[in-house]
Structure formats: structure tokens, C-alpha cells
């Protein structure tokens, strides 16, 4: 096979939590690299809207509503796939949620809810996706870390056990899967302009901490993200495993 470095066509890729944020930006640039795109999000409703932005706007896109830490619900979306003929052979696990409260203030149910959309969604959604990528020796799978995949911050806990567990998990997703070619590597975004972010965005001491901090003096913007995820999902990746890829402005390279 003689397939352009960073081309994606031809490939079906499934991006959770894509119908907005980051995901949606991936979702949009891995389109724009030939990918046909399957978006994923638990409101059927805005899924189905931003898929029809995205079709007026000529892009390749497919939906599958489900809810990634739900077991029993990611088994079944990956059989009606089947089903549909679509063969997922590149997976962004990129559903996440924050939840911002002081250890210690902190209660078990929103710990747990933190670490089953954050983590426990990319065991579930790569196990099915490996399952059918193993056999056809081949297959991106790209996990979405942070900055506190190795770096702590006050009042996040849950999201910083979460993203460190997902950086060591594309370790382990490697070690498992590269002899079958198989790719598992992950992104680190810094501190990036999303909805989810809005209240620190909004929050004026918080913003000049993020503009001091990080070396290029501003926030990410969500298709920043897009030059890294074409890269881990395309044939210009292939010997790259386990790796998490910070894009960041350059926050973790200092102190
Ligand atoms: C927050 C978090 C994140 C950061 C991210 C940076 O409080 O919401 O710190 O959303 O943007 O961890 O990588
Ligand atoms: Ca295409």
C-alpha cells in the first residue's frame, strides 16, 4: 500500500464528544484530511445539528449517539456499526467533563463520575475499537490527555487522576497492540478556549495566570489540535507508539 504520509482517505473515524469543543475540531480536521467522520455525543439532538452544520458544509460526516461510560451501550453502538458497514479504523477518545472542587470538599459520586467519562470511556470505547482493528493489522487510536496528564492543579483531582491514568493507559494500549499494528498514542492539550473552560476563560486573574504560564502568551484554540491528531491517525505515525504529544504553547516545557 502506497498511501500518502498524512492523507485519511478512505479511513472511517469515530471522535467521542464531538459535537462540540475539541472534539468537534478534530472531528472537522480529520475530515478535511479524507477521513469519513462518525461524530459521537450522549444528546442525539445537538449531535444530529452540528452533523448537519458540518453536511452543509460539505464535510463527510456520520452520527452514533451513545453514552461512552455506559458498558452495555458502547457494545451495542460498535455492532450497529458493524451492522452499517463501518469499519472504525481510527478512534479519538475525546469525551470528557470537569468537575472543580477542593479535595476535600469533595464527594465520591462526582470523583467517579469524573473518572468514568475521562478514563473509563477510553477503556470501554478502545476495547471494542481493538477488537476489530487487531484482526485487520491496522489502527490509530488517539486518546485525548491534558496538561495534568503529568501536572497537578488545584481543585481538579478527579480530571488530574483521570488524565494521568489516560497517559499511562496509551502506554498499556501500546505495549498490547503495536505487534499488531495498532497504533495507541495520546495529545495533551494546554489550556485550551472551550465551553468547558468558559469559567476560567471568563475569570481575569486565572487568564493572566494562563498567559504568564504558558511560553506563547495565549490560550489554544481548538483547531490548534489538528496538525497533531492528522499526524497520530495517519500512515506518518506509524512507528510512534505509546507517545503522549503535548500542544500545549509550551506550558509543561517550563516552570
Ligand atoms: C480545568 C482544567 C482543564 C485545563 C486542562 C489543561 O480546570 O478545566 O484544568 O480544562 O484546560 O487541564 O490541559
Ligand atoms: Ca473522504
Known amino acids: 500500500m502506497n498511501t500518502p504520509l498524512f492523507s485519511l482517505e478512505g479511513r472511517t473515524a469515530l ?76 478512534l479519538v477518545n475525546n469525551a470528557g467533563i470537569q468537575y472543580r472542587k477542593p479535595i476535600v470538599e469533595l464527594d465520591s459520586a462526582n470523583w467517579q463520575r469524573v473518572i468514568d467519562t475521562n478514563l473509563t470511556s477510553a477503556f470501554l470505547v478502545s476495547r471494542e475499537a481493538a477488537k476489530r482493528m487487531l484482526p485487520r493489522k491496522r489502527g490509530k487510536v488517539i486518546n485525548i490527555g491534558s496538561l495534568m496528564s503529568g501536572l497537578g492543579r488545584a481543585t481538579v483531582a478527579p480530571y488530574t487522576a483521570a488524565k494521568g491514568g489516560i497517559k499511562t493507559l496509551t502506554q498499556a494500549m501500546a505495549a498490547e497492540w503495536a505487534e499488531h499494528g495498532v497504533q495507541a498514542n495520546a495529545i495533551g492539550p494546554g489550556y485550551m478556549l472551550t465551553d468547558m473552560n468558559q469559567a476560567l476563560i471568563d475569570n481575569p486573574e486565572f487568564d493572566s495566570w494562563v498567559k504568564g504560564r504558558t511560553p506563547s502568551r495565549r490560550w489554544g484554540k481548538p483547531e490548534e489540535l489538528i496538525g497533531a491528531a492528522v499526524f497520530l491517525a495517519a500512515d506518518a505515525s506509524n512507528y510512534v507508539n505509546g507517545q503522549i504529544i503535548y500542544v500545549d504553547g509550551g506550558m509543561s516545557a517550563v516552570i
Request: proline letters at 0%; glycine letters at 14%; zero cysteines.
Open 15 to 90: 471522535v467521542t464528544g464531538s459535537s462540540r469543543g475539541l472534539g468537534l475540531a478534530i472531528a472537522r480536521g480529520l475530515a478535511e484530511a479524507g477521513a469519513s467522520v462518525v461524530l459521537n455525543g450522549v444528546n442525539e439532538a445537538r449531535l444530529e445539528e452540528t452533523a448537519a452544520a458540518l453536511r452543509g458544509q460539505g464535510v463527510d460526516v456520520g452520527t452514533a449517539a451513545f453514552d461512552v461510560t455506559d458498558e452495555a451501550a458502547v457494545v451495542s453502538a460498535f455492532e450497529r456499526l458493524d451492522a452499517a458497514g463501518k469499519e472504525i479504523g481510527i
